[in-house]
């Protein structure tokens, strides 16, 4: 089962915030510090509530601190005249069980730190109904941090809590779908998780790459990113899925000190951090420019989550007797903070005429795109260092093996780091470089970003008609011609590359954004029914008056596509310039294939084998890929004698088996094992049949089981 992440310390006594926490595979990501007397009672009233709420010791960052350390307070829309705090976008929590007291807790924590209430909030079970699962103490603190610090981020964004009846992945990820597909909704936040996990035998066994699909945008839907808490059992624990689904944005962990007012002063790693490199996920094409593993690395960016700098927290649901205010951590915290950050970009992508940002294709590779300039990366970023190669600490710095913690090995370096991702985020110049324009006010303090397109940025004023005036706007700048076709034929969801030679037509420098997305088509014209594949970004180009400029342009061809001839075309878009977009057309067309995963068995060697009674034999069976992309799995391959050429399980008697090894074997190529068994002693001689089966569990799923039987050999007994 699957439990949440975050974590609790109570003052003056510390504690282990969950005793099971080390035992269950996955957990809610929370920690926790209970600041005000503990209360016993679980049933309130007016005057109690009241009471709890007027507490003097509410202690950790306050919405305000926050917003300013991480320049959230500098953002804003339209000149200043439209505030950015997630209007018009709707952020999806999923969580498991009810919390019945989170209506009135929200409007305890706004009445203190004088919010306004979310302009909807609705709270709806799995399936998106009213029939609300039972109360779990846990799960309602996580609820708690989750809806009133997305809703602290981003205070003008609706909120639509999704709870799922238990913690299993069942119904955790049927929350998931219900959330993805609810109207409005363009974040989707999850602050839980536990170990990966791959099953490889049949039956009811599953894969995390089962649900990757899950973490994309609906057909039909507005764009969708999902982001969820990197987990909090140290880096000794391994990475923790969803966290390390290619599809999701995953949030790892510091600790921040600020000044009193929320100024951003210095921060760390914080150790609790789950990160590190997947066992089931390959690198994705976003992650090229940062590691060159060839596995999934977690955590992609980060947030404060130390307990004992955390955040304030009202829970009105006793939970092993503490119940009020509470200063609360965890990489939970940074997940719902991170989705009112997405949320808020989304709100000015749509007034600038954009759509909302799709996860996998545009906000993970558009965050890391930012890493390829140093320039971009140290605006929109803080790149959290460890000094002396130890992270932020928990509980006084003594760490424990139990409740969720584990020591973490991992050390946050400069620039890209498992532990800490890109960092944390300069929220106003984050925000800008996601729009494609700026966004923040001239006083922002981390917005240098938005200088480029400040004199640009009132065409964002007039997004409403922006429909009706792309015709008349002048030609861009920059056109772009591909230097050639990516390859001539490509498997559905592997990368390619291309070079896109971008020229400055005009008479001045060209400085600032330039955003390029790319699509398959299948005329080579850009139009409606093309494809999109990704959008990237250069946020700080510079090109001379009459100059060429070269770009490597990295991507993964898409997997929604029917087999066919398609061009990979560019629109090419000098944000803030008020033009009109160039286009790059494709070279050559790229021959599109369906993935498929085979696996052929057969004996290696001649038909007839010559065994002797009851002495020792061997065969070599050769497995060969006969699909066209790589597969991985563990083989199970059993050898039977049979009295016929066809198998019958319950007739024939199995001479060997090999169980669990694993193997990888590439497009066209082949492996041989060999199966040492012993000729029964009692077979009187004659012609007998060799037959191998093949029950190997493959990623991707073998899609052809009519090969996975070995042709029968024949054996002649002496």
Known sequence: ????????????????????????????????????????????????????????????????????????????????????????????????YNDPNIVADLKVF???????????????????????????????????????????????????????????????????????????????????????????????????????????TPAGHQGVTFIAAAGDSGSQAGVQWPA?????????????????????????????????????????????????????????????ADPNNGFAVYDSLADEGYVGWQEVGGTSAGAPQWAALIAIADQGRVLNGETTLDGPTQTLPMLYNLYDSSASYADTFNDVVDSTGGGGGGYGGHWRWGGGYGYNQDTATTGYDTITGLGTPKAAALIDALIGSSSSSSSGSTGSS???????????????????????????????????????????????????????????????????????????????DDTLITTLSFPNLTIKAGDSKTEKLKFAFPTSLSNGNYYIIGSITAVGTGTAAAEADGVAPVALAAADSDLATSFTGGSTVTVNPGHRQSVAVTLTNVGNVAVSGTLDL???????SSLDTAAAQILATLSGRIFHIRAGHSITVHLRFTAPASEAPGAYYLIAANNSADNPADANSANDLAAAVTVAAV
């Open 450 to 528: 938005g200088s480029t397109g400040s004199t640009g940025s009132t065409g964002s004023t007039g997004s409403s008609g922006s429909g009706t005036t792309v015709a008349t706007l002048p030609a861009s700048p920059l056109t772009g011609v591909f230097a050639d076709a990516p390859i001539a034929s490509a498997v559905e969801g592997t990368n390619g590359t291309l070079e896109l030679i971008l020229t400055n037509t005009n008479g001045d420098k060209f400085t600032g954004p330039v955003t390029v997305a790319l699509y398959a088509s299948t005329d080579n014209s850009l139009s409606t």
């Open 110 to 216: 706004d009445a203190e730190f004088g919010l306004n209430a979310p302009p909807s909030f609705k709270v709806v079970d799995q399936a998106g109904d009213s029939g609300l699962p039972a109360t779990d103490a846990g799960w309602a603190g996580e609820i708690s941090l989750d809806v009133e610090w997305a809703h602290a981020i981003a205070p003008g964004a609706n909120i639509d809590l999704v709870e799922a009846t238990s913690d299993s992945i069942t119904d955790l990820m049927t929350a998931v779908n219900t959330a993805r597909n609810m109207p409005g909704v363009s974040v989707v936040s999850m602050s839980w998780g536990g170990s990966e996990f791959f099953s490889w035998g049949g039956g009811e066994s599953q894969s995390q790459t089962d649900y990757d699909p899950d973490f994309t």
């Open 638 to 644: 059993n050898l039977y004698a049979s009295a016929t």
């Open 244 to 304: 390390s689904s290619p599809n999701v944005l995953s949030v790892g962990g510091t600790s921040l000190t600020s000044d009193s007012t929320g100024n951003y002063v210095t921060e760390s790693s914080w150790n609790g951090t789950s990160s590190g490199y997947s066992e089931v996920e390959f690198e994705p094409s976003y992650q090229n420019g940062v590691q060159s593993s060839g596995a999934r690395s977690v955590a992609d960016v980060s947030y404060d």
């Open 1 to 96: 089962m699957f439990y949440p992440f975050a974590k609790r310390t109570i003052r003056p006594k510390r504690r282990n915030p969950r005793a099971d926490g080390a035992a269950c595979p996955i957990e809610p990501l929370e920690a926790r510090q209970m600041l005000s007397a503990a209360v016993e009672t679980v049933h309130y009233d007016s005057t109690i509530l009241a009471a709890l709420a007027s507490s003097a010791d509410i202690q950790g960052y306050t919405p305000s601190q926050i917003r300013q350390a991480y320049g959230f307070a500098s953002a804003s829309f339209s000149g200043n005249s439209t505030a950015a705090d997630g209007a018009g976008q709707t952020i999806a929590i999923v969580d498991a």
